[in-house]
């Protein structure tokens, strides 16, 4: 039997914000039947703000507790705030979680990213990694993810967090790769190709593009700076710093620490960052 | 820690059983003032292994079987591991088992490690079964080989109750010369079985799904069998299991089973009506339910129903709020992230696997306890569906 804490069993047997918003401004829908758990979120936004939060949660005693919780936290932040907020902050609400309960309160905490994607209406890149688990269908972004916010230390762990090898088993051994690249710090080999990723130009252009439409763009835009795709030649990616970025000191840091990271994250390890003169 | 069994409404008989109070008065001199050892030779020891030769032959007279035949063990999990280890000793020149989708961890983790138990590759045929939990004789027969060293086939299903036609299995076994053993943890107790007309060789059974106590076990190996021990020791069961007698569980045990011989009826008819009324009555007051296993070949107090849409561990917890015991097939509730394997082979579905729940009676259960969970039920599995993204109410 788990061992739950009172805060779960109250939230469990009483739970708050049931139901669907009507015309919702931002629907999260994650998990599935087959998984065993699955949570859908529906947000009202008003002026960046969430006004309101529903849910949906076929699950365990855990999964609807942390749905629960989550729709209690989310009501009266701002879309920024919600977007910082992690499946520990979920857990610690709750007073926490058995360890092998944990992957409910990641679980809120996709639904609520996807969530505010589908209110901000852009794609989560989590879908976009290598699927690693069958079973469960979470890709190799996911397990890194959990690993770095969570620090994660050991399979099971990921297993606990993420559900990732909680059903065959075949995929241990990749976990345990990705896991000790994620600690070490190197980059993660890619999963389905026989050692490194081989890319066209015209692939690393369309792929490049889209992780700066997607992820860096935004981000940037929130300091009032932009950036463009100028070339590709080879490993290199050739950009130009637009808006506030021309005359911010730290632009090279931003272009090495962040676009640099972010596209070798996503696109490809080898990748080395430009400015266009 | 306080437990009063009062207070609950157990249903949860395939799991463990409560330990008949004649039991307990039975074991408490063996427990106090006979505290001796079987094997020493002053009588204040001595005299307890005739307390002992007692349970045994309690125990061979509820199966068929002769009391030289009954070697006392700790539980169903040794008495499994030693009946197939020993035939995979007795004949190391065959590498191949063969089970079924559907057997108890006790078996189904022991076939995935022999590898590394024995040292030697084995080839394991696993029979799969049909969506309503019973096998197929014709796959069974084209698994047996002449490098079989033996079948080991589970009587009655601890999830569905569903039985298998063991009687008929060990003869095909038999006649190629080939070794059965049958973990019958299930159903000693719960309906009539006599070893003596079977080509049985190996049967399993715990004390504990019998109104025993937890910490006792039986192997039943049939006269003439060839036999490895398991624990190797002292002279203990005539040389087949090492290890000091668990002298107050045995007569426990030996103890029980002549209670359930004595209840064997009770517990095909009244528990039996019982169970079918709780089994009706939760099908037509729940909509979107379903029985998993067989309608008929199936132990008289165990149901296994699926409420679609909902998941197992909350519908137990609501349950447990009522003071209702049971059990689920559902992910969470399995340790594991998957849902139960035995559903898994049956081909249920996953919405149904996932909000499976097991009632096993017993002949403590009252006709008041089933109307009780009848009336409890419907509310908690609408409660849980209001909360579901799956479900819509028609």
Request: charged letters at 25%.
């Amino acid at each position: 039997m788990w061992e739950y804490t009172d805060k779960v069993q109250e939230h469990f047997l009483h739970p708050h914000n049931v139901g669907e918003i009507e015309k919702p401004s931002g629907i999260g829908d994650v998990g599935s039947l087959a998984c065993g758990d699955a949570l859908k979120l529906t947000l009202k936004i008003e002026d960046d703000v969430i006004v309101d939060a529903k849910f949906k949660t076929f699950g365990c005693a855990s999964a609807i507790a942390s749905s629960s919780v989550l729709t209690i936290m989310v009501i009266g932040m701002t879309v920024d705030e919600a977007e910082k907020l992690t499946n520990d902050d979920i857990a610690d609400y709750l007073g926490g979680l058995p360890k092998e309960k944990m992957h409910c309160s990641v679980m809120g905490r996709e639904a609520l990213e996807a969530a505010i994607a589908d209110y901000r209406g852009v794609i989560l890149p989590m879908a976009e990694g290598e699927v690693v688990c069958d079973c469960f269908g979470v890709t190799d972004l996911d397990v890194i993810r959990a690993i770095k916010e969570s620090d994660l230390r050991s399979v099971e762990e990921i297993t606990n967090f993420t559900k990732a090898g909680g059903g065959c088993g075949k995929c241990e051994d990749t976990l345990r790769d990705i896991l000790q690249a994620t600690i070490s710090g190197i980059p993660v080999v890619p999963l389905t190709a026989d050692g490194p990723k081989r890319m066209t130009t015209l692939q690393k252009i369309k792929k490049i593009e889209e992780v700066l439409e997607r992820e860096i763009k935004p981000a940037l835009k929130k300091d009032g700076g932009d950036i463009e795709l100028v070339d590709v030649d080879g490993d290199f990616v050739m950009v130009s710093l637009r808006g506030a970025c021309t005359s911010c000191a730290k632009s090279q840091t931003t272009l090495k620490e962040y676009v640099e990271k972010k596209l070798r994250e996503l696109v490809l390890d080898t990748l080395i960052v430009e400015e266009a003169k | 820690m306080k437990c009063d069994p009062k207070d609950v409404i157990y249903m949860d008989n395939n799991a463990t059983t409560r330990v008949a109070p004649e039991v307990v008065e039975a074991m408490m001199p063996f427990l106090t003032e006979c505290y001796g050892n079987p094997s020493s030779m002053h009588s204040f020891g001595g005299q307890v292994s005739g307390s002992v030769e007692k349970a045994r032959i309690q125990v061979a007279e509820l199966i068929g079987a002769n009391s030289k035949e009954i070697t006392f063990t700790s539980c169903g999990t040794e008495s499994d591991s030693t009946a197939i280890l020993s035939a995979l000793q007795a004949f190391p020149e065959k590498r191949h088992i063969v089970t079924t989708r559907v057997e108890h961890p006790a078996i189904k983790h022991l076939c995935e490690n022999l590898d590394r138990l024995t040292g030697h590759k084995h080839r394991v045929t696993r029979l799969h079964v049909d969506s309503d939990g019973t096998l197929d004789l014709t796959q069974y027969e084209k698994a047996l080989t002449e490098d079989t060293a033996i079948v080991s086939v589970m009587w009655a299903n601890n999830e569905t109750g569903v039985i298998f036609p063991v009687e008929k299995m060990a003869a095909m076994a038999k006649e190629r010369g080939i070794l059965f053993h049958t973990d019958a943890v299930q159903a000693v107790g719960k309906i009539p079985i006599n070893l003596q007309e079977l080509d049985i060789d190996f049967l399993s059974l715990s004390g504990h799904k019998l109104h025993a106590p937890k910490g006792v076990g039986v192997l039943y190996v049939k006269r003439g069998t060839p036999f490895v021990p398991f624990l190797a020791g002292g002279h203990q069961e005539d040389g087949r299991r090492g290890g000091t007698e668990n002298v107050a569980s045995i007569v426990g045990l030996g103890r029980a089973c002549e209670l359930a011989g004595e209840t064997m009826e009770e517990e095909n008819t009244r528990v039996r009506a019982l169970r079918d009324r709780l089994e009706e009555g939760l099908l037509t007051s729940v909509p979107k339910s379903m029985l998993n296993g067989h309608k008929t070949d199936r132990l008289p107090n165990t149901t296994n129903i699926s409420f679609e849409f909902v998941e197992g561990e909350a519908i137990l917890l609501h349950m447990n709020i009522h003071n209702i015991c049971a059990s689920s097939g559902s992910a969470c509730t399995s340790g594991s992230l998957e849902p139960s394997h035995v559903l898994r082979a049956m081909g249920v579905p996953f919405t149904a696997a996932h909000g499976s729940i097991r009632y096993s009676l017993s002949v403590y259960n009252t006709d008041a306890e089933v109307d009780f969970v009848l009336e409890k039920m419907p509310p908690i599995i609408a409660e849980l569906r209001e909360l579901s993204p799956f479900w819509k109410a028609e």
